[in-house]
């Protein structure tokens, strides 16, 4: 497959406006629910990761990038208050997440979409928005596992091959549903090496926010001696 071109993903617009229609929350207001909600650095990263994915999907598809962002980026909130090891379809995460946005007026695709994510929920997922979230979810978490065992330990040393070749080793971050980016990309009619290509990239142009750049050269400067 060629490669595909990086495109930048900006993702630090204002608040939206809306003719006829409430106005999405901010993004600084989500990421501080995020914030509030979440101590874990790793889990906040993938909520960013996930964010920085399904804009790239919206940009692609000509959908509402501001509102497909905020989906990514909010979809996790709740989970280290909620973990639902249970995986109960209306108790802990995602539903107490759920109940909180729906009861502050968080627009309702996204939060059937939120729902969607965790098959135990039995939401269905219908719109393009539910489809995306569903199919970038565990993809993220298979290539941010991908670029952490590069001894530069930077997303831009991770190619789509590699990718592919860490998803056939079940011993390999062992908690990403294979199933799960298989079954998404096919429901988006995405072929697979397409699909984690364009995540991938997504996540290359946004290595920094999401903590992947890689290891920090080592200083040039020469250590300070006796005189």
């Excluded at 901010?26 to 979440?38: D, F, G, I, N, P």
């Excluded at 539903?95 to 994510?117: I, T």
């Excluded at 039995?122 to 970038?136: N, Q």
């Excluded at 697979?192 to 903590?211: C, F, R, S």
Aim: charged share 20%; hydrophobic share 45%; net charge negative.
């Amino acid at each position: 497959m060629a490669a595909l071109p990086r495109q930048s993903t900006p993702h630090r617009s204002a608040r939206p406006i809306r003719l006829g229609a409430m106005p999405l929350p901010s993004r600084s207001s989500a990421l501080s629910l995020v914030h509030e909600w979440t101590a874990s650095e790793s889990l906040r990263k993938h909520m960013l990761s996930v964010e920085c994915a399904m804009r790239a999907y919206a940009t692609r598809l000509g959908e509402d990038v501001e509102l497909w962002g905020l989906t990514g980026l909010i979809h996790d909130f709740d989970y280290e208050r909620f973990p639902n090891a249970s995986q109960g379809a209306d108790v802990e995460h995602p539903a107490e997440g759920v109940r909180v946005l729906r009861a502050a007026g968080w627009p309702e695709a996204l939060c059937e979409a939120v729902l969607g994510h965790a098959e135990y929920t039995g939401v269905s997922r219908v719109t393009p928005l539910a489809k995306a979230l569903f199919a970038v979810d565990e993809l993220t978490g298979l290539i941010t596992a991908s670029a952490l065992v590069k001894p530069s330990r930077a997303v831009a040393d991770v190619d789509v091959p590699g990718v592919r070749k860490k998803m056939k080793d079940k011993a390999f971050a062992r908690g990403v549903n294979r199933d799960d980016i298989i079954q998404g990309a096919a429901a988006l009619e995405v072929p697979l090496d397409e699909h984690i290509g364009i995540v991938l990239h997504a996540m290359q142009a946004d290595a920094v926010n999401l903590g992947l750049a890689g290891l920090a050269p080592p200083s040039s400067t020469p250590p300070v001696g006796d005189a």
